[in-house]
């Protein structure tokens, strides 16, 4: 393929696809992203490939594995483009060459592959018309559905690269940059620093050569949305990226994926390639004085690393640890020089910002946080998923109108946004609008966009401790304040929910919240103590009921509860027998089963393996007397 | 119980323990075995001295831990009689009754280390560790070949592998006590061992030194995709750790070579990335996702029921190193939560039926892929 020269060349080619295209009548797209894959969607595309080709219509059926769509829960999905589109959700591969029949030859659909809204009890077609969809905003997730990954001509095709042939074309470095500055565009990774204000002073820094690189190290756990944009829609990174490289003047570029993403490491790989043999990568890009190339870099598991300036200790070849930020990393960053530093999200942004303006972007959000947000909607909710929404939207909007609501008809208890770094918040706070202000101002914050929904059965005081282990074990251990801290942490979450808590320990974890906050080396030992300080905010009271009573009313602390069987309900099945990994569940006699708590190690499989109309299976306060909460050094006792 | 009387009955071979834990008391025997087991060591346990006596007489273990005071024969009786039916085993006394008599009893009818009870599970760990150390001399100096050293390559003066062991019998021979070094000792150990182990199917020891200069040759494609060059140290080590499964010690002493980094500053990446791993890792890998989203869905109770059909806590290897048991922190899958991925592929919550399948489905007969 020749390379593109000059930006008239981008746009003959994105007619002539476009053209080559409209040959075809049906477009069969199947979403291939991690979580369809999950269900099989591979197989199923593979299907699709075998009918289409045994029924002849190659020619005027095309099929298409596209990025992740963002409706995980019911994947895998299918949409069949032809004037309208028609969407099936949770489509298997014996249902192929039915769909092929109906939908493909004819122009019917199969009804029970729909999806079904639970409101009007209707089944829907139209993409469209699912809730979980129409009251998104989907501007960086939309061409994920619609486009290969692997292949440059369907980014192309959708306008692709047109904001960098724009901006080459067009406009200076400095017109660029200040159309990101009028846009307020602020960081998607977590903090929220204004991207513009970043670029400018990596601009201004004197030093070359100057880098920038993407931070697609997204370790928070809950949040998927940075790996589903690289793996969906690779090039709209990219774009981002050169436009950034432009604007600063580096001719360098970084992508630094997380190792867990195999896919989108490959993925960037084939963006990048293809970038090269078009010309849109290397020297004189469009024909004018700028060059770029851009270059992978696998993070190898560590949650640290995502921190800018432990993220450029590793792209060096150290060890991902941060170091004090007395020298902003836009002036001296990556090997010494100026570096600009930004999320996944934050760089797909620039595209659209480039294209349609900065006052297009600045018409979407709130006062001060513009344009869309990815959310990871997950948990306890009915539609989980990635939904983009507008900022300033609520979360009782996104989470009920958008997610459907809780699963099982459960009782709303909090959400977490942030990931580690962020906060929970109750059902009084439901009605704040998502911002980066909005968010701090209530005890968490926006982060890398997870929002992770608990229910009535999700024990508060075990979610705080889950975080505090996981930042415990993550922290690089470099400054005291995070290390100690976190353990110390640790030791009296341990405590209270085994049962052996303290009054004093509330005070104690207050204490150490402030100190951390006011004497850590980086960002993740500052924002350690969030977790456990909003936990305590807003759900003081659970808190107390481990300690004083000695008890977990959600029924999650191990140490706390117990499992029996309810001999009246029990009808004998055996299903919890059979599920029990220890053998711990005994037949006492043709009617009932029991639970030797001796043998019990309380996974909890029992509890979920009883089905619902049962529900023989119960959690007990456990009898105090029971309890050991055993140290490492209690384990053998010197015998009486 | 029922460990114990399946041991006696059905006698086991010898090298199938590595440590014998004789004690009446049931309580202190299985958390003792626990410990072992999480400290790497097969351990069986007996509650009676003519029980133990049985078993390490036809499992011939490295290490027997003994308690003192035990009602019928006590442990000195046991310690004078072991002397004769295995020579090479190293007792070590355990009580909970610690007097300096006592103690000097013990030693003088040969017990290697006295532990006074209740004591840290890393107190006998290290004590355990120093005992296998002490009876592979012993068994060196007897001339006692077990299974495995049969089907090892003979000692060979070049071995770089087995000169790590000399190192180590110099080490004890000189009394060091110094926990880091033992660590470390104890990792060459157990290296020289995987690797005897692994060539146990041939025959020449040449053959051992030209399969590490095969992976040694490997790594220089790997390190000339890099150009060489030092900042790609983690990129390297990540194409390593996918090559082998591991990062083999002798590779981290080449690359240190070629890319002029020290191994110290190798060793810090290896350590503080959750990829890299140390240890052998199984050919297949399991992953339990325990990331917010799988464990508000109870990723807990699955990790316990995957652990429980595996065998294995999170972490561990089984002993042929078929599967490997981990935790991660996320897998970006969350609407599946909670979710599992082995080797390549996702699941979501398998059940212990579905686990069973997907287990056997994995092919056993794959060679390991540091040998390939």
């Known amino acids: ?640 | 119980m029922e460990t114990m009387t399946e041991t006696a009955t059905a006698r086991p071979l010898p090298g199938q323990f590595d440590v014998v834990v004789i004690d009446d008391e049931e309580t202190f025997t299985e958390g003792c075995r626990q410990t072992l087991e999480m400290g790497g060591f097969r351990a069986a346990v007996a509650k009676n001295g003519p029980q133990g006596l049985s078993l390490v007489r036809s499992a011939h273990p490295g290490v027997v831990l003994v308690d003192l005071k035990m009602p019928g024969m006590s442990g000195l009786e046991v310690l004078g009689q072991l002397s004769a039916s295995a020579p090479c085993t190293v007792p070590i006394m355990v009580t909970g009754h610690g007097t300096m008599d006592s103690a000097v009893e013990s030693m003088k009818v040969g017990a290697f280390d006295f532990l006074t009870k209740p004591f840290e599970p890393e107190r006998l760990l290290e004590s355990v560790r120093r005992g296998m150390s002490l009876n592979v001399l012993r068994k060196e100096r007897e001339g006692v070949t077990e299974p495995v050293a049969v089907l090892a390559p003979a000692p060979d003066k070049n071995d770089l592998l087995l000169r790590g062991l000399e190192v180590l019998g110099e080490a004890y021979s000189l009394g060091l006590d110094n926990r880091q070094l033992f660590d470390e000792l104890a990792y060459l150990e157990a290296e020289a061992k995987y690797h005897a182990q692994s060539l146990g199917q041939i025959k020449k020891k040449e053959r051992a030194i030209l399969d590490i200069r095969d992976d040694l040759r490997k790594v220089d494609t790997i390190l000339e995709k890099y150009d060489f060059e030092k900042g790609a140290l983690i990129q390297v080590l990540l194409d390593v750790q996918e090559k082998f499964n591991w990062l083999p010690r002798h590779i981290l002493h080449w690359i240190s070579a070629r890319l002029n980094v020290t191994v110290k500053e190798i060793y810090t990446i290896a350590a503080f990335y959750e990829t890299f791993s140390l240890k052998p890792r199984g050919r297949h890998c399991v992953q339990v996702c325990t990331g917010t989203a799988c464990h508000v869905r109870g990723a807990a109770e699955m990790l316990t029921r995957v652990s429980a059909t595996l065998g294995l806590q999170p972490g561990e290897t089984d002993a042929e190193q078929q599967f490997s048991l981990t935790t991660v922190h996320c897998l970006g899958c969350c609407a599946l939560a909670p979710v599992i991925q082995v080797d390549k592929q996702y699941y979501h919550s398998p059940s212990r039926n579905k686990l069973e399948k997907i287990i056997k489905s994995l092919d056993k007969e794959v060679q390991p892929v540091c040998l390939s």
């Open chain 1, 1 to 640: 393929m020749s390379k593109l020269m000059i930006s008239a060349d981008l746009e003959a080619l994105r007619k002539k696809v476009l053209s080559q295209r409209e040959a075809k009548s049906k477009w069969v797209t199947i979403c291939t992203g991690t979580g369809c894959c999950a269900y099989g969607a591979e197989a199923l595309a593979d299907g699709f490939e075998k009918e289409i080709d045994k029924r002849g219509l190659c020619k005027t059926v095309g099929i298409r594995r596209t990025g992740c769509h963002g409706f995980c829960e019911r994947g895998p999905l299918v949409v069949i483009e032809s004037k309208g589109n028609i969407c099936y959700v949770g489509a298997q591969l014996k249902d192929v060459p039915l769909i092929v029949e109906k939908s493909v030859v004819g122009s019917e659909t199969v009804e029970r592959l729909l999806y079904l809204d639970e409101e009007t009890g209707k089944r829907v077609s139209r993409v469209e018309d699912i809730p979980f969809y129409n009251h998104q905003t989907r501007i960086l997730l939309k061409n994920n559905a619609l486009i290969d990954a692997s292949n440059i001509l369907d980014y192309i095709a959708v306008g692709g690269y047109s904001a960098l042939a724009k901006a080459l074309t067009g406009m200076s470095p400095v017109d660029v940059l200040n159309e990101v500055k009028e846009a307020n565009l602020r960081g998607r990774g977590g903090a929220g620093f204004p991207a513009g204000v970043k670029w400018e002073s990596a601009r201004k820094a004197v030093e070359t050569p100057k880098y920038v690189i993407v931070n697609a190290d997204e370790g928070d756990p809950g949040a998927y949305m940075d790996r589903s944009l690289l793996e969906g829609n690779p090039h709209s990174v990219l774009e981002g990226l050169i436009l950034g490289g432009y604007a600063i003047g580096a001719s360098q570029g970084f992508i630094y994926v997380r190792q867990e993403y195999p896919m989108a490491h490959k993925h960037a790989q084939t963006a990048i390639d293809q970038a090269r043999e078009y010309g849109l990568l290397g020297a004189n890009i469009f024909g004018s004085t700028f060059s770029f190339d851009v270059k992978i870099h696998r993070g190898a598991g560590a949650f640290v690393s995502g921190e800018s300036t432990a993220l450029i200790s590793a792209i060096e070849g150290h060890v991902g640890e941060p170091r004090p930020k007395y020298i902003h990393t836009t002036e001296k960053g990556l090997w010494g020089k100026p570096t600009c530093l930004n999320n996944v999200e934050t760089w797909a942004n620039v595209p659209f910002i480039i294209n349609r303006g900065a006052k297009w972007f600045r018409t979407m959000g709130t006062e001060e946080s513009k344009g869309t947000k990815i959310f990871s909607l997950v948990g306890k909710v009915n539609n989980t998923g990635l939904v983009e929404v507008p900022m300033g939207m609520s979360l009782r909007d996104i989470i009920f109108k958008i997610g459907g609501g809780l699963p099982k008809g459960k009782k709303f208890k909090a959400v977490q946004t942030g990931g580690p770094s962020g906060g929970v918040l109750p059902e009084s706070m439901l009605d704040t609008p998502v911002g980066f202000d909005e968010l701090t101002k209530v005890g968490s914050m926006m982060g890398s966009g997870g929002m992770i929904v608990m229910d009535q059965d999700t024990c508060m005081v075990d979610t705080a401790r889950y975080y505090i282990n996981f930042l415990a074990h993550e922290s690089c251990g470099k400054c005291i304040p995070c290390r100690e801290g976190l353990r110390q942490m640790l030791n009296i979450l341990d405590r209270i929910t085994a049962g052996a808590g303290k009054e004093s320990d509330l005070d104690l974890l207050e204490e150490l919240s402030e100190f951390m906050e006011m004497a850590s080396l980086c960002a993740l030992g500052q924002t350690a103590p969030n977790p456990v300080r909003s936990t305590i905010r807003y759900f003081r009271e659970e808190f107390e009921a481990h300690i004083k009573e000695k008890r977990c009313p959600a029924g999650v602390c191990t140490a706390l509860i117990e499992y029996e069987i309810d001999p009246v309900k029990c009808t004998a099945c055996g299903a919890c027998a059979k599920a029990c990994a220890v053998g711990a569940i005994q037949k006492v006699d043709a009617k009932t089963y029991t639970v030797v708590q001796e043998k019990c190690i309380k996974c909890g499989a029992c509890y979920s393996t009883c089905p619902d109309k049962w529900g023989a299976v119960v959690k007990v306060p456990a009898l105090p007397a029971t309890q050991s909460p055993a140290g490492p050094g209690a384990l053998f006792e010197a015998k009486a």
